[in-house]
């Protein structure tokens, strides 16, 4: 975090007055000649000013993940990526990330996209699908497998 003095986001009051009267505004009373502004780096690499709102970055957030029959409430860090959270719905469904897709406000989600990024806030739905081409290879290798294991069918060497 750095920390970077700065007047030039401070409004004067001269810019507020209305008329002979003078008015203070929320933003004259925080900022004054030693104010300091902090400044935070993003994952991305962005250095933006630090928010002052009651929540910190890296908050650990609630997703409702939704599959056709079931859902599943998964807790985790605002600042992980889907790839992570397809780790973490991997123990709870028993489907490999490879096998997931995610679908986030109608649209795929890559592995590597952040979560706030994208706007994925507290107590959000996610839809999970199965890859539909897995899940034919799966079937297909299973009918395969049955056929060959099949007594009806005898291979001589």
């Known amino acids: 975090m750095m920390k970077l003095r700065s007047k030039r986001f401070c409004r004067s009051i001269s810019k507020l007055g209305f008329g002979n009267k003078v008015v203070a505004s929320p933003i004259e ?3 004054s000649e030693n104010s300091e502004i ?25 997703i409702r993940v939704s599959t056709m029959s079931k859902w599943h409430d998964i807790s985790i860090e605002e600042t992980s990526t889907f790839g992570e959270l397809k780790m973490v719905l991997s123990l709870v469904t028993s489907l490999e990330p490879r096998e997931q897709r995610l679908l986030y406000k109608g649209k795929e989600r890559d592995d590597n996209e952040f979560l706030h990024m994208i706007g994925v806030r507290d107590k959000d739905k996610v839809l999970l699908l199965e890859d539909p081409a897995i899940k034919e290879m799966n079937l297909l290798g299973l009918a395969r497998g049955q056929s060959i294991n099949n007594p009806c069918y005898t291979i001589r060497v």
């Not at 993003?42 to 890296?58: D, F, H, I, T, W």
């Open 38 to 62: 902090e400044w935070e780096l993003r994952p991305g690499g962005m250095l933006v000013q630090k928010r002052e709102g009651n929540k910190s970055v890296g908050e650990i957030i609630t």
């Open 29 to 31: 009373k925080d900022c």
